[in-house]
């Protein structure tokens, strides 16, 4: 009777150039599921030797080095167990996305990813050259074909492992999150094994990247398409699972099927994640932001608590003449329920000394947005200084809706290193907020209830320069992430007009965006490395 395999998935997260850190946690890594899972072969992430994504980095002579330091290291170091793990192999005929397989310092197959993206966040072909055969090895009792990331996406890889008599197919990966990318993986990985009826394991990374944030989420389904383990979102997970051979098709014991989390959730710890790792992978002991009184900074204050804990969280609030004593209220109590340190810092005294310096200048003309915008770039200044006193990284709070229109102040509050909730909608900060008060609730009620309003002058409401959220969020939402036309939103019920007016905003803060700082993504097209929008531009959307 033939034996069963037992595989370890190494859901993990790896840093981006660390390489000799990365190589002592998959050593490390595959010992454990030697010893304590007694795994026969584990396997771990795209790239996870250099990290994903690693860009322009793979250009750079020192990497290569270390990345081939890297493979002797895990050929020497592993013992007992057989290792499979991604690494960029520098060929003679090419940069390739590659995958190994050693046991006990020995090769035994060597995969070149076939599908190479060059979409959205990706940009693999700037890299890497295709690689053109599938590749399938005997591991104990089975036939074991690769496939890494992309490759599954496309029919031809996973069907060429079968021609080559795979039995099963394992699958590294360093996909990204957005609020639709387990269920999208999981739906095109069944397709693939109906096409084949080949079970399939597809092990993803996980942590926070820049812009990017991997949530994890490795699978494994049979060859019937029934989904047989799970690992939970956001998480590291080291998982046994265990495969049967048989005369007919191997078969998977069923083992641990997490939950999918729903929107608010996936966003909310997505969130968190990326805060976290940027946080933490760039050695910062901190953080401060401004904490308003409004909606957006009371949503980052407990993102930031729950990312890297409250006593690393600093908060100040900075009243003017025209901030209410509601928001000073609001503001004071969130502060003293999650628990951080929160400072209150006038700024009238610097507000007044700057329109005395500009009197000469500003003489003869009526106030306008331009002071509205020195009370906003007061405030970041004094937010940078103190970012620069206690090396704590400053959190801009500005969200997705305000980003696209231009409402926000550049050199004022988007200034900053980081931005949680760049990739949120306003509509969708509502709906976060909410959701972290149903976990614990940390966000004063009127804060949710009340108009939203920058407070820049007397009676202001964001409603005086934009649309309403529900009107202004669904047609970002159409041009940003669907491409669509002015008649297509139109068709959708907006007055033509009010569309005009939001797409002609959205491109004409295109350079206040390219000075904004790096934020989460969440979304299928994020402003950042997926938004490639010109500055200049003569376009001009149909009236």
């Known amino acids: 009777m033939n034996s069963a395999v037992r595989v370890a998935l190494a859901q993990l997260d790896l840093a981006v150039?660390?390489?000799?850190?990365?190589?002592?946690?998959?050593?490390?890594?595959?010992?454990?599921a030697r010893d304590e899972l007694e795994a026969h072969l584990v396997v771990f992430p795209e790239l996870s030797v250099c990290g994903y994504p690693p860009e322009d980095l793979l250009f750079h002579k020192g990497l290569r080095e270390a990345v081939g330091g890297a493979l002797e290291t895990i050929r020497r170091d592993i013992r007992g167990i057989a290792v499979l793990l991604g690494y960029p192999e520098y060929a003679d005929d090419g940069l390739f996305n590659a995958c190994s397989v050693y046991e006990d310092g020995k090769l035994l197959c060597h995969y070149r990813k076939q599908v190479l993206p060059n979409y959205s966040v990706f940009d693999e072909k700037r890299y890497f050259v295709e690689g053109r055969k599938p590749a399938v090895f005997r591991f104990r009792d089975l036939r074991i074909g690769l496939n890494i990331c992309e490759d599954v996406w496309q029919a031809g890889p996973l069907a060429a492992s079968r021609s080559a008599g795979a039995e099963v197919v394992i699958a590294v990966n360093g996909s990204p999150y957005d609020m639709a990318s387990q269920p999208n993986r999981e739906l095109i990985v069944a397709e693939r094994i109906r096409e084949n009826a080949l079970p399939v394991l597809y092990v993803n990374t996980v942590g926070g990247q820049d812009e990017l944030v991997f949530d994890g989420g490795s699978f494994a389904?049979?060859?019937?398409?029934?989904?047989c383990h799970r690992a939970p979102a956001f998480d590291e997970e080291l998982a046994l699972v265990t495969l049967r051979p048989g005369s007919a098709k191997v078969a998977l014991e069923r083992g641990t099927v997490a939950p999918l989390l729903g929107k608010e959730a996936s966003v909310y710890s997505a969130l968190v994640t990326g805060t976290r790792d940027y946080v933490e992978k760039h050695g910062f002991p901190g953080v401060i932001l401004g904490l308003s009184g409004g909606v957006d900074s009371a949503l980052v204050a407990a993102i930031a608590c729950d990312a890297i804990g409250a006593d690393r969280v600093r908060a100040v609030m900075m009243p003017f003449r025209y901030t209410s004593s509601m928001s000073q209220e609001d503001a004071a109590l969130e502060a003293d329920t999650l628990g951080i340190r929160y400072d209150v810092l006038p700024i009238a005294p610097i507000y007044d000394a700057t329109l005395r310096q500009l009197e000469p200048i500003f003489s003869g003309r009526d106030e306008d947005v331009t002071e509205e915008n020195i009370q906003s770039r007061v405030r970041g200044l004094l937010l940078m200084a103190i970012s620069n006193k206690t090396g704590r990284m400053l959190l801009t709070t500005g969200n997705k809706s305000e980003m696209a229109v231009g409402y926000a102040t550049l050199y004022g509050d988007m200034a900053g290193g980081f931005a949680p909730i760049k990739d949120v909608s306003k509509s969708l900060v509502y709906a976060l907020a909410r959701y972290r008060n149903s976990q614990s609730p940390v966000i004063p009620e009127r804060v949710l209830t009340r108009e939203p309003s920058a407070?820049?002058?007397?009676?202001?409401?964001?409603?005086?320069?934009?649309?309403?959220?529900?009107?202004?969020?669904?047609?970002?939402?159409?041009?940003i992430e669907e491409d669509l036309s002015v008649d297509q939103i139109e068709a959708r019920g907006f007055e033509r007009d009010v569309v005009v007016r939001i797409l002609e905003m959205v491109k004409r803060n295109e350079y206040k965006r390219r000075q904004a700082p790096p934020g989460v993504r969440i979304s299928s097209r994020a402003f950042g490395r997926d938004w490639r929008y010109p500055i200049t531009s003569g376009y001009k959307f149909p009236g």
């Open 221 to 227: 389904m049979d060859a019937t398409g029934e989904l």
């Open 455 to 479: 407070e820049l002058r007397p009676g202001q409401k964001d409603t005086d320069s934009l649309p309403p959220y529900d009107v202004l969020d669904p047609i970002l939402e159409a041009f």
């Open 17 to 32: 150039g660390d390489v000799a850190g990365n190589t002592r946690r998959i050593v490390e890594t595959a010992l454990r």
